[in-house]
């Protein structure tokens, strides 16, 4: 069964590093999200592709944060610096563009900044 | 700005015994769902649901979509160990057809 992939799966780092977090899609899927889920709490979208296109990144902190998916595929997200309140599990999902919107997510990346 | 609320936040119950979940908002959606997460894992799609008034079964899980679309409700019946998990609702609305989601359900089912 296709799934979305992500690596790594944990990644530990220091407050002022970068770090990088890497997502391939279900083959065939245009769309492509990247979400931060913090303990206890839904997702919440960072940004939505349309195949190369941002479509929307309005709660993507710019400063620091960045996001590409150049060929349309697979998709890059990336924190620098990092601080300690980017902890969280970054979530990529993909979905066939439609009304219903229904997203098929990875396994996710549970980031710790120290 | 579309807000879902899910009640209860916590679930604690044991084996066999049957629950329900909420999700409320006061925006209509186009679609909801309802995905389970198990810890360190993403959320898995269980259901969409898309025409006000419908209700849908998997198994021992009963999902209802408010006749207005802006509520849903998730029934499980005899709750089983493997049900334990956080359960999201996600309302899919605007030009995008943008996902949001509640802040889930955290439910355990004790042996």
């Known amino acids: 069964e296709a799934e979305v992939a992500q690596s790594p799966r944990y990644k530990i780092t220091e407050k002022s590093q970068a770090v990088a977090f890497w997502c391939d899609p279900i083959s065939g899927h245009a769309t492509l999200y990247w979400y931060r889920q913090i303990l206890g709490q839904g997702p919440e979208l960072l940004v939505q592709?349309?195949?190369?296109?941002?479509?929307?990144d309005s709660q993507l902190p710019k400063d620091r944060f960045s996001a590409e998916r150049l060929k349309g595929v697979d998709s890059t997200l990336k924190i620098q610096p990092a601080e300690l309140g980017d902890s969280a599990m970054y979530l990529c999902a993909s979905s066939i563009a439609g009304a219903h919107n229904e997203q098929f997510f990875g396994p996710g990346t549970r980031l710790t900044v120290l | 700005t579309q807000l879902l609320e899910q009640s209860p936040q916590f679930l604690s119950i044991q084996e066999g015994e049957n629950l329900t979940v909420y999700c409320n908002s006061s925006s209509v959606f186009s679609s909801l769902q309802w995905y389970r997460q198990e810890p360190g894992e993403g959320p898995v799609l269980l259901v969409t649901v898309v025409t006000g008034g419908e209700v849908k079964k998997l198994k021992r899980l009963t999902f209802q979509f408010g006749d207005a679309r802006k509520d849903s409700s998730l029934h499980i019946t005899a709750a089983q160990p493997g049900d334990t998990g956080l359960y999201l609702c996600?309302?899919?609305?605007?030009?995008?057809?943008?996902?949001?989601f509640g802040k889930g359900t955290l439910l355990t089912v004790n042996p």
């Open positions: 996600a309302g899919a609305g605007g030009s995008n057809y943008k996902l949001t």
């Open positions: 592709f349309q195949d190369e296109s941002v479509v929307d």
